[in-house]
């Protein structure tokens, strides 16, 4: 499994930075899982060389054939985001904020949620931005009078649903300077070996190319008829497409997220070409790792949306079943993120631990499997009495355990590295037992730690007990 902790490996006599493979999926078998990062890279680079013209050919032919009216009307996607944002705040009096709904960061990833409530909005930068287009604002709905026409509920879902249309062209607009402005940078790409600049875009390309066929379908249904019909279909017809690229992304992302950080602090070069490129107007005074996180950002504004598409539409609109459908498949896309996030920083814990535990005198096991997670892991103290009777002297000696779903470790740490005492599976040979402590002089909560199997095959046992200032 690749390394998520960023260490160094030696290749043809160069020190280079370990990174982690992209699109690390949960439940791949042990082998895949102990794989070494270099042999691994090694099969993508020679699968990515094959497809790269293939890849370059298909995004050439999209652009050849669509050219979104509206990537050039709408601001960068964090400007239109917070635009948004102030939108919704002016329309909704102060004491229903609670409407406003709450994008959240997937646990495990270092940025920040996009989307807060907030009393005032965030101040933005001193830049003219081009104020938003609403539906009610496009030449085709003002001479088609249908403003005198339809009621204030209708005109607020056609508003809503043109906000899908509207934050897909902001964010294709991004998704463009992502691409074309930093991944196609020769300079950028020159500072960085070439698994670092796999890991640092991963599948960017592609996810631009997702959101052009998205939006082209979207802009489709419009010019179908002024007053949009649905959205629902459209989203649902993509999810598949959506799952297959934004999962892979967003579990990645804490990976390229240390990545950055780590090539900011130690390669100059990398650090000189990145802020030359976002000091071009074209940026408008973003750094890379916002261009970076746009996936993670649209793929959980997508549910909020479309919400707020459902909360105004008729309960009697035949659209409505296809709309909830779709919701729940973007639902279930953004908790497939969460638990790739989750799984990756469980595998970045073993990988940690392999790594700092030393089997000396003990008979060595792999850490990293593709079913096993840390439980719990906690300093603990073994007590050993000098004697049979109560009020024996007692010496006491620090052990650390790590509880993983199928196996316990007992061992001594010293500073970061833990020497493995002993370990046995985990429930099959794990029990405790409570110990009448006031009779044998022994502190409250002791226990009993009987291991009916260890790692000689054996059984054996510890009295242990919390430290006096833990429990």
Not at 192 to 205: C, G, K, Q, V
Not at 418 to 440: C, G, I, M, S, Y
Request: one cysteine or more; charged letters at 20%; hydrophobic letters at 40%.
């Amino acid at each position: 499994m690749s390394v998520a902790t960023l260490h160094s490996w030696s290749l043809g006599g160069q020190v280079q930075r370990s990174v982690p493979k992209l699109f690390s999926v949960p439940g791949q078998d042990d082998r895949e899982a102990t794989a070494s990062p270099l042999s691994r890279y090694k099969d993508d680079d020679d699968e990515g060389a094959a497809d790269a013209n293939k890849e370059e050919t298909q995004d050439l032919t999209l652009k050849e054939l669509f050219a979104s009216k509206y990537t050039h009307v709408f601001p960068l996607y964090q400007y239109y985001c917070l635009q948004s944002v102030k939108a919704d705040l002016n329309r909704i009096n102060n004491n229903s904020l609670s409407e406003l709904v709450t994008a959240q960061c997937l646990p495990g990833l270092q940025s920040p949620p996009v989307f807060r409530v907030v009393t005032s909005p965030p101040p933005l930068s001193p830049l003219t931005v081009n104020p938003c287009s609403f539906w009610q604002d496009l030449s085709e709905v003002k001479e088609s009078g249908l403003l005198k026409i339809l009621s204030l509920g209708e005109i607020r879902l056609q508003e809503a649903m043109f906000e899908m249309i509207g934050s897909e062209a902001s964010y294709l607009r991004s998704l463009g300077v992502a691409v074309n402005h930093f991944f196609a940078s020769k300079t950028l790409k020159q500072t960085l070996h070439r698994m670092e600049h796999h890991i640092l875009f991963s599948n960017l390309r592609s996810v631009m190319a997702a959101s052009e066929g998205f939006l082209l379908d979207l802009e489709v249904r419009l010019g179908e008829s002024v007053v949009i019909s649905q959205v629902g279909d459209i989203v649902l017809r993509h999810c598949l497409m959506f799952r297959s690229l934004y999962v892979p992304y967003v579990t990645n992302m804490m990976y390229q997220e240390a990545l950055v950080t780590l090539l900011l602090q130690e390669n100059r070069e990398f650090l000189l070409a990145v802020k030359k490129l976002e000091s071009d107007p074209i940026c408008r005074r973003q750094t890379l790792k916002y261009f970076l996180v746009l996936p993670f950002q649209r793929i959980t504004r997508l549910k909020i949306i479309m919400e707020s598409i459902l909360k105004l539409t008729g309960q009697d609109s035949k659209s409505i079943p296809c709309l909830k459908h779709a919701i729940e498949a973007i639902h279930k896309i953004v908790m497939e993120c969460d638990g790739g996030v989750q799984r990756m920083k469980q595998i970045e814990k073993l990988v940690y631990l392999d790594k700092h535990m030393d089997f000396v005198n003990v008979k060595s096991i792999p850490l990293i499997t593709s079913v096993r997670f840390l439980v719990h892991e906690g300093p603990l103290r073994q007590l050993t009495p000098e004697g049979y009777v109560p009020g024996s002297r007692i010496s006491y000696m620090d052990v650390y355990l790590h509880l993983f779903n199928d196996l316990l470790l007992i061992s001594l740490k010293k500073e970061m590295r833990f020497r493995v005492l002993d370990h046995a599976v985990f429930p099959t040979h794990v029990h405790t037992e409570q110990l009448k402590t006031e009779a044998l002089g022994l502190p409250l909560e002791s226990f009993v730690l009987r291991l009916s199997q260890n790692h000689t095959g054996h059984a054996t046992a510890f009295i242990l007990a919390p430290h006096t200032t833990t429990r």
